[in-house]
């Protein structure tokens, strides 16, 4: 197969999808473009190398539960009970991330793309944590009391001679390239330091660097070339919104190609999830079932993310809503299959037009299924 569309992956912090819709975006956005191109449904990937992760396990029961575990049950608490996803969950220190993670770095260690050299940098005194500069509080402890301490680090230099992205790793047509995004993703420092102290994470002792973690911007990378790799993808597609994609771009930098599997950006925006209970009045004027409801929400919203980029206006919702209405009515009895290939060709190219377009979302609304999108993350439920 061609693409294969990832979710960039979620932190696995305290919410349900319930509560936050706006957390399953990039989820939804890749099933509902993989059923598009008649894909298997991919993995829901999960970020699960954080600071904050090691302290709620300090803090829960602990040690006692392995951390894996921890992870593990508070990822399948977001998902209402029986509606775990049918491909399955991954999370950023499964074992298949951990050993491609290990592969690529010892590749770009060995084409001097990363190196370990021994570096100083600021960390706290009290409990060893990496502080990084500033001179704020330790974020693990709260300690104001930070020494600098020299030591071995895995260290990435920043090519110079490209940008940290460029039209390459974004997966859009031209006319759709977002060119703010490649200037502000490019003003990072020339070298980046790649390991961490976590408590959890992908362990670096394999290349001697005891205590440390790969940093979780590179780590996610890996995660996603390894989900698109079980499926043999040619290019694996990462959904992530702008600002996520500015925050991990550069420390992904080594980490987004691995024997012929590439790893592409899939841009999307906000969507204003707080505003829909004003859809109520249009709601009640279309006679709109739960599942219809359901299916703008859960299904059109995202795509239309990937349209904008941008956020959406709470202005623009019930404008969105009848377009999603006018193609609902508009289905045909028989799928027109120039329209539909064409979309998927759009699909492929990374080319948005289809979304606002009645009739391509009409043909493509008939091809779907199932009534419920239990296929395409957890429902409401
Ligand atoms: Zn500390």
């Known amino acids: 197969m061609r693409h294969l569309f990832l979710n960039g992956p979620v932190q696995n912090g305290p919410f349900t999808f319930d509560t936050r819709p706006g957390k ?12 598009i191109l008649g894909l ?9 190398v954080t600071l904050a992760g090691d302290l709620r396990h300090r803090e829960a029961d602990g040690p006692r539960i392995p951390r894996q575990r921890f992870e593990a049950d508070r990822i399948a608490d977001k998902y209402p009970p029986g509606q775990s996803p049918a491909g399955g969950i991954m999370t950023d220190t499964d074992a298949e991330v951990v050993s491609l993670a290990l592969e690529m770095i010892e590749n770009n260690l060995r084409a001097g793309t990363l190196a370990i ?25 709260g300690s104001t009391d930070t020494r600098e301490r020299t030591g071995l680090h895995l260290v990435a230099e920043v090519a110079q001679d ?36 976590r408590d959890h994470g992908i362990d670096l002792s394999p290349l001697g660097l005891n205590g440390l973690v790969l940093d979780p911007r590179a780590g996610i990378h890996v995660a996603v070339l ?17 600002n996520a994609a500015n925050h991990i771009a550069a420390h992904g930098q080594r980490f987004r190609e691995h024997s012929g599997t590439r790893l592409q950006y899939a841009l999307h925006g906000h969507l204003p999830y707080d505003h829909t209970a004003g859809l109520q009045p249009l709601h009640e004027a279309y006679r709109a079932t739960q599942a219809i409801k359901d299916g703008f929400e859960e299904w059109f919203l995202p795509l239309f993310s990937l349209r904008t980029k941008t956020a959406t206006s709470p202005d623009q919702l019930p404008s969105l809503f009848k377009h999603y209405m006018r193609a609902h009515l508009a289905q045909p009895a028989e799928v027109n299959a120039a329209v539909f290939n064409a979309v998927q060709r759009a699909v492929g190219a990374g080319d948005t037009r289809w979304i606002t377009n009645k009739q391509a979302l009409a043909n493509v609304m008939a091809t779907r299924q199932a009534p419920t999108l239990s296929a395409a993350g957890p429902a409401h439920g």
Do not use: F
């Open 24 to 35: 399953a975006v990039g989820i939804r956005l890749a099933a509902a473009l993989n059923a």
């Open 40 to 48: 298997p449904p991919a993995p829901h990937l999960w970020n699960t």
């Open 117 to 141: 050299s021994r570096e100083t940098v600021p960390t706290c005194r009290s409990c060893g944590h990496m502080t990084g500069s500033g001179g704020h509080p330790c974020n693990a402890c």
């Open 162 to 197: 490209r940008p940290v992205l460029d039209r390459s790793d974004i997966h859009a047509c031209h006319r759709q390239q977002p060119k703010h995004l490649q200037h502000t993703a490019a003003n990072v420092a020339g070298r980046l330091i790649l390991s961490r102290t």
């Open 226 to 242: 390894a989900a698109a790799q079980k499926q043999q993808a040619d290019v694996a597609v990462m959904t992530i919104t702008q």
